[in-house]
């Protein structure tokens, strides 16, 4: 396959915003919001520029990756700064090609170049453990609330960097947005059906699961 990993480009915003949409499209709940959470990103303090990459096959952006900075905090209040990816996509007629690995893969190699030492993310292991994330409670990584969320996954970029300390992990305030401003949004794209499928189900046991 001949595939290109780049960075995205302004003149790629709008394109990325359709295919997020179109990819996320009633899989976690009807309908979705994670083109708005694109839209929003990058402009927020947190999006690092360095890590959106588009996956370009044949010359049409078919999928995208989005880092933002998140943190970890220990008993002693010490904090170091993580980051974050998310969303992650594909457009459905190009998945399970190897386009989400090859996102994943050339994403933690740029972030390991420009120094960063653990990738944190809320994701289903199923997709992200054959890449090396953990679950968070072998890093003694706590959500804020000191619970350990079944999809919360880590990936050391440095052998040993978290070990020795417990910690609380906070995502960057991106992700708490106002769904009325998102609908709103949505409202400027193609009508598209919101319904129900069974990946809906999967997401809500997914997210209301912790790790004892
Ligand atoms: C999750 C997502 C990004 C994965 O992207 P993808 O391009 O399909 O990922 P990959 O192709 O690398 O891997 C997917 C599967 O295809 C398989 N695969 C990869 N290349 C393959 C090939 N050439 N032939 C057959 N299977 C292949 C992988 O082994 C993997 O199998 P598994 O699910 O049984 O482990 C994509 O499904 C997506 O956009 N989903 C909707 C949005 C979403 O849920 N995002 C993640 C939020 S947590």
């Not at 996509?89 to 170049?113: F, M, T």
């Not at 919360?152 to 978290?162: S, T, W």
């Not at 401003?181 to 409202?187: G, N, P, Q, S, T």
Request: hydrophobic residues 35%; negative net charge.
């Amino acid at each position: 396959m001949d595939l290109i990993i780049r960075l995205e480009t302004p003149a790629d915003y709008g394109t990325v915003e359709d295919l997020t949409r179109e990819s996320f499209w009633n899989v976690h709940v009807p309908g979705c919001d994670e083109h708005y959470l694109v839209h929003k990103m990058r402009y927020h303090p947190d999006f690092i520029p360095e890590l959106d990459f588009v996956a370009v096959y044949d010359d049409k952006i078919v999928g995208s990756i989005i880092y933002t900075k998140s943190r970890i905090i220990d008993d002693a209040l010490n904090e170091i700064g993580t980051i974050t990816f998310g969303p992650l996509c594909v457009l459905p007629e190009y998945q399970k090609c190897g386009i989400g690995s090859a996102l994943i893969n050339h994403s933690r190699k740029v972030s390991l170049d420009l120094g960063y030492r653990a990738i944190i993310i809320e994701g289903h292991p199923h997709n992200y453990c054959k890449h090396g994330f953990k679950g968070s409670k072998t890093y003694n990584i706590a959500d804020h609330e000191g619970k350990y969320p079944y999809s919360l996954l880590v990936l050391e970029l440095e052998k040993g960097f978290l070990s020795g300390q417990n910690w609380k992990y906070y995502s960057s305030d991106v992700f708490q947005f106002d769904a009325d401003a998102a609908a709103e949004f949505d409202a400027q794209f193609p009508y598209k059906e919101k319904k129900y499928a069974t990946t809906q189900e999967e997401f809500q046991i997914a997210s209301q699961a912790f790790i004892l």
